[in-house]
Nanobody
């Protein structure tokens, strides 16, 4: 079983930056891909970014390419999402997810485990 805990959300003005983190415990998370998803009010949860187990492969939604950067530190069992040039449409609850396919090269994670989410609000 994998437990995921997000942190670092908050309120930021448009054009600003924020970094959210996801700490993992309960299993050797370094074996699995991880990713970020988000859900805005009244909308479906959507993929934001993913990273494979080694950090060698990453993937991004078109809406965040060039603005967001996903990374991971396997020694700390932690994943990060650096968000720059934030827009009001980035406002959502951001969820951390982990895959359960060990040592996959795929950065488009198939979520098997979820965190509880952290709110990111971008004011105009």
């Amino acid at each position: 079983q994998v437990q995921l805990v997000e942190s670092g959300g908050g309120l930021v003005q448009a054009g600003g930056s924020l970094r959210v983190s996801c700490s993992a415990s309960g299993h050797t998370i370094s074996m699995f891909g991880m990713g970020w998803f988000r859900q805005a009010p009244g909308k479906e949860r959507e993929f934001v970014a993913g990273i494979n187990w080694s950090g060698g492969n990453t993937a991004y939604a078109d809406s965040v390419k060039g603005r967001f950067t996903i990374s991971r530190d396997n020694a700390k069992s932690t994943m990060y999402l650096q968000m720059n040039s934030l827009k009001p449409e980035d406002t959502a609850v951001y969820y951390c997810a982990a895959d359960k396919r060990p040592y996959s090269t795929d950065a488009f994670v198939a979520p098997a485990f979820w965190g509880q989410g952290t709110q990111v609000t971008v004011s105009s």
